[in-house]
């Protein structure tokens, strides 16, 4: 356990996220030190928009299909509505609608490169805008019915679909890859087929598929038979939407592409790779993890971003998260009133101790290089 009280920031670099924290002489790495360590500059290359700006609505697209969010009655009957409809199966489903008009993130609570939401919100809003355009002729055989989010765990994968589902006005049907396998024990097959007819009575929807892993893992020899059969019926009910109006969008989310059947890869086309957070990006996310929390003066959060290279954004949040219980343990109340400070402040020696126990999360060796193997194979 290194001695966080000698801990160095890290010096500037673009591959920061791949370094260890270094070792120095500093007695205290949260105070800031000009001399030492220089604001981050600005990077061409990510977050050159503010966080909480998001994309403004494309008027091309026509957005007469999508909900209103405002609208809430009137997504509550279309909901009851379907549900009087459903099977059994499908009931079980609707717990899995992403429920936009409570407290589902936004945009704003997401720190992530701007082309990525871009890149994501303009496949969805293609195959589900316009499916008149995929009909007839050369498109109708090329309609993009399905993406793939990848990228280390804790990244902000699940967090940006939800996100997609409140921004994109789009109805999002999640199943997770072990739902279906625990949910579903026993029929799965009936619960796939399920997902697709009620995304269709949903439409326009979005199927997101999280940990998609669970269910698309590669058909190897050795696979117990249901396994192989969940999968392929997956495929079938894939390809079985054609480009019908109703079909839904598919979007899967895993940390394990490498794991993926070649059969759905090839269906969801585009890969959307999401990737450990630059320094840049460690900064913006802890301004979102920390924005309302009163914060010392002694708190920097540029020098903290360079202090936590390789973290995710879940470490970030564990960071935060144990900074700021280890500040409601230390307040004491008043000893007139009795009462406790009504509002904490996180202070330089709360972080430090926070730093202390959550470490960045690392994958191991093997993982990382199968999940190298897959980016440079997609492209990346
Ligand atoms: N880019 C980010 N901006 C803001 N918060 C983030 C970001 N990335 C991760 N987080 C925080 O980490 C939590 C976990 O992220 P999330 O579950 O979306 O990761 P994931 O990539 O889906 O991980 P896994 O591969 O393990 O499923 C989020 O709820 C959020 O608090
Ligand atoms: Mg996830």
Redesign the pocket.
Known sequence: MPDINRLQPVPESTDDTKRPPGDGPDPDPMMPDTNRLQPVPESTDDTKRP?GDGPDPDPTMPDTKRWKWDDRERYESKLKSIEAGCNQYEQKLMGGIVNTTNIS?NYS????NRTVIDQLERVTALALNRPDAFQYGVLRRNKVTGAL?Y????????????GLAKQSGFLMLEVTGADIFQKCWGEPEKYIKAAFTLARKLSPCILFI??ADGIFGARKSGDRKHQRGMLNQFLLEWDGMGSSMDSPFLLL???RPFDLDPAVLRRAPVHIH?DI?TVH?RQ??LQ??LKHEDLGPDINLPILARLTPSY???????LCVTAALACVETEVPDPVTGEYPSRRTLQRRHFNFALKSVRATTLNPKQLSQLDAFHRRAGG
């Open positions: 966080p993130p609570d997401i720190h992530i989010l990228g280390p765990p804790g990244t902000g994968k699940t967090l940006l679909a939800r999280d940990e989310s895993t940390n999401i957070p990006q913006g996310i979102l993890l995710t954004g879940s470490d970030l949040k564990n």
